[in-house]
């Protein structure tokens, strides 16, 4: 099993959180409200702990359940702390009108989050695709990007521990596409599906 470190308190990190418990991994919590970070870990039981905010995470993956914005600044913040750590990233930088990503550019919170990230660190994309309430009660297909052949292995393990299929759609610079299968998500939530009770996945077809 996996040793985890969420940052954030919000409702993914408590779903990755009870997930993360359930299938037998140590997690452990950090906010900048400690009083909330306590207080998930309290929910989340099974010997979850509370870290100090900008201290070096006990957990091995470490990660961002932060909005969009807030993802590459605390990257910054930790600094070295998150030396030697995997970072996962899951956010969606949609604009305003949900019809588009907040970047123009063919980048992504995650190629961002590298760039300041220190020596040591890799980062993978991962969980933005699924719609929290699917992952909190389905079992849908994870995708996740990354550059580091051995930090992918460890987060698909992590997935894995969940239930969950992880499918590895290639290096980093495809998390520019799986923002974009994130926002498709949305839309399709909206539009042609019409409800939030789906995922994108991947059927096989063998002869």
């Known amino acids: 099993m996996s040793s985890i470190t969420l940052i954030g308190t919000g409702n993914m990190a408590r779903t990755i959180g009870t997930l993360a418990v359930a299938g037998g991994n140590t997690v452990e919590v950090m906010g900048r409200d400690r009083a909330k970070a306590d207080d998930l870990a309290d929910a989340l039981g099974r010997g979850t702990t509370t870290g100090e905010w900008g201290a070096v995470p006990a957990g091995d993956i470490v990660i961002t359940a932060l909005l969009y914005d807030g993802v590459v600044p605390v990257v910054t913040e930790y600094g070295d702390a998150l ?72 987060v698909a393990a992590f997935i894995e521990s969940l239930g969950l299929r992880p499918l590895d759609v290639g290096g980093l610079k495809m998390a520019h596409w799986l923002e974009g299968m994130g926002l498709i998500t949305v839309s399709l939530a909206g539009n042609g599906v019409g409800h939030g ?3 994108l996945g991947v059927d096989e077809f063998t002869s």
């Open 197 to 199: 009770d789906f995922a």
């Open 83 to 154: 030396a030697g750590k995997v970072i996962v990233d899951i956010s969606n930088p949609f604009n305003a009108a949900f019809d588009g990503l907040a970047h123009s550019e063919e980048t992504s919170i995650a190629q961002e989050a590298a760039k300041v990230a220190p020596a040591g660190a890799s980062v993978v994309k991962a969980f933005n695709t699924i719609l929290r309430g699917v992952l909190e009660k389905g079992r849908p297909d994870v995708f996740f990007a990354g550059d580091n052949a051995q930090a992918k292995a460890g």
